[in-house]
């Protein structure tokens, strides 16, 4: 097979990134131009200003271009937002032969995609979890098979159609083409959970800028996906407000409080340390003794102010508590518990606070870890933690997905698309 160009952007709230990889035959995709670009006119994972994020999306494709040498046409691309949502089909068919054909598949799978959705909302992925053969349930790959009804357990996610819409545009005004849109969290758990976890039962937290990704996984496969307006800017937001500072000087706070709460930055003589790890102290944990206010001086990053480590402590529990309990109430109110049995892996650029693991492992009560995304090759150092997670796994979704169809105004459509081109891999990397 001669090289292959895939491209992948994810449009997020705080950056645009483009990442360009040349993939040949059993060799993992390699990274041959990325560039990372500060984003414009998009907010809480939607685009609020087509001329703005167009510009943004332009710049970030431009660098990588001419990182790569290449000029790119298709594109995969992420969605997300707050009116992203999930549910669960069955589809159910008489097989038309003795054996289990690629069509009775494809008509299993579309039959599950025939349900009753507003008109506002359009299917992004119809994604099979289980097939059933006369009754006989966890098939992960039934065509070849003996039956003579078969049904599918697919997962469907849903996006508004201008949420689609809007993407389209602006990649298209750039000169490039959408070949698929991915939902951030189903594209970040491609690149950061294992098989195992997903066995067993697992959730993914993608916590991003301006919206956190929810997606949990049981016996292999996907059952719940969704979105809650609320990330690593409120966070930010937060942090102005409590300590008075401006937005650009939060954000310093917010990035460097690993530092700040180690003591690296300077600390006024004679004050004893606080050795309790940041972000455990919650609220209804019993104090042996009076903890001291202790003042940092944050000149050693470039703030001229002195503020309170409990303070900043205390601002950043309640709003990382916030927005666990909105996701586990969204994933509750779905019939399901975001406490999973192989615990809970953070994502994202906010994942990267300092032992947020164990304040996650506080509030949930199962084990956390951060997922950092692997699997390219090449010019990987820019986009090796975990706030890349989702644009490492644009590409491997791409991987999966080798169809020749084009984009078109039905998104589900696209998905399927891949099916035929591929589709032995296709079901194998879909159904572990």
């Known amino acids: 097979m001669a090289r292959k160009i895939i491209t992948a952007i994810d449009v997020g709230s705080s950056k645009i990134t483009t990442v360009i990889t040349s993939v040949e035959d059993n060799k993992a995709p390699m990274v041959i131009g990325v560039c990372s670009h500060p984003s414009k006119g998009i907010k809480k994972g939607v685009v609020v200003n087509i001329d703005d994020a167009t510009n943004a999306i332009s710049e970030s494709v431009t660098a990588a271009e001419r990182m790569a040498g290449v000029t790119v046409s ?25 054996e289990i054909t690629i069509d009775d598949t494809y008509r299993a799978i579309e039959n599950a995609r025939t349900l009753s959705l507003p ?23 039934p065509i070849g098979m003996s039956g003579g009804r078969l049904e599918v357990e697919t997962h469907i996610i849903t996006a508004p159609n201008s949420y689609w819409q809007n993407i389209r545009k602006c990649v298209e005004q750039i000169g ?29 937290l993608d916590i991003g800028a301006g919206t956190t990704g929810i997606a949990i996984f049981q016996e292999g496969s996907i059952v719940y996906s969704g979105s809650i307006p609320l990330g690593g800017y409120n966070l ?22 690993a530092d700040i ?55 950043v529990e ?11 109430d969204n994933v509750s109110k779905a019939g399901y518990d975001i406490a999973m049995p192989a615990g809970i892996v953070l994502t994202g650029g906010t994942s990267l606070l300092k032992d947020i693991t164990k304040f996650t492992q506080c509030v949930f009560g199962v084990a956390a870890r951060i997922g950092y995304p692997s699997g390219l090759t090449g010019m990987t150092e820019e986009i090796s933690d975990p706030s890349f997670a989702c644009v490492q796994g644009l590409i491997k979704h791409a991987m999966d997905d080798d169809g020749d169809l084009p984009s078109g105004s039905e998104k589900g459509k696209i998905e399927l698309g891949g099916f035929f081109g591929k589709v032995k891999d296709w079901f194998k990397s879909l159904l572990p």
């Open 119 to 141: 008109d506002n909302l359009n299917p992004i992925h119809i994604i099979p979890r289980e097939f059933v053969v006369d009754n006989q349930g966890g098939i992960k790959y």
């Open 74 to 98: 298709d594109v995969y691309v992420s969605i997300n937002g707050e009116q992203v949502t999930s549910l669960n089909n069955k589809g159910v068919v008489a097989v038309a032969g003795s």
């Open 176 to 204: 490039s083409n959408v070949y698929d849109v991915i939902f951030t969290a189903w594209a970040s758990s491609l690149a950061v959970l294992t098989d195992t976890e997903k066995e067993l039962g697992v959730t993914l």
């Open 318 to 328: 309640a709003r990382c508590e916030e927005i666990f309990e909105m996701a586990k």
């Open 261 to 315: 709460l180690d003591n690296k930055c300077s600390t006024p003589k004679g004050k004893d340390l606080d050795s309790t790890p940041a972000l455990l102290r919650r609220k209804d944990e019993p104090k042996e003794k009076k903890v001291k206010t202790e003042d940092i001086d944050l000149g050693a990053i470039g703030i001229d102010k002195k503020v309170s480590k409990d303070m900043l402590r205390k601002i």
């Open 236 to 257: 930010t937001s937060d942090i102005a407000i409590g300590l008075q500072v401006s937005l650009e000087d939060a954000e310093k706070i917010k990035v460097h409080m």
